[in-house]
């Protein structure tokens, strides 16, 4: 998996692409912020449209939904210096993939 950041967008804008021989360069996934107080995105995929839930006030964990189906929970570490995260993800998924969409939220709501 590579993971780019589209710079050239006013809201941040993500892509993942496949890193493997003879399928590289092809994007799996387009994830945007949506224009909106909360953080809410746009996660558009090959393997479906996942939605963010469930994001607690200080966005310290959420779930990642498909289908109706929670097919991740995610749950940052409090009072750390590095971010450290602890996440359940559904064994009938792509575990790399959502693995790059966990770290693309984390870039999102945390960088400046």
Do not use: C
């Not at 799996?28 to 939605?51: M, P, T």
């Not at 929970?73 to 792509?94: P, Q």
């Amino acid at each position: 998996m590579k993971i780019e950041e589209d710079l050239l967008h006013f809201r941040s804008t993500y892509k993942i692409l496949s890193a493997r021989d003879g399928d590289e360069g092809r994007q799996l996934a387009l994830v945007k912020k949506k224009f909106s107080l909360h953080d809410k995105y746009s996660i558009d995929s090959v393997y479906g449209e996942y939605k963010l839930e469930s994001l607690d006030l200080l966005g310290h964990s959420f779930t990642l939904t498909k289908e109706r189906r929670t097919v991740a929970i995610v749950s940052r570490k409090w009072i750390t210096l590095a971010g450290i995260y602890g996440a359940e993800i559904d064994a009938n998924e792509d575990q790399a993939f959502v693995i790059a969409l966990i770290i693309i939220i984390n870039q999102a709501l945390y960088s400046f």
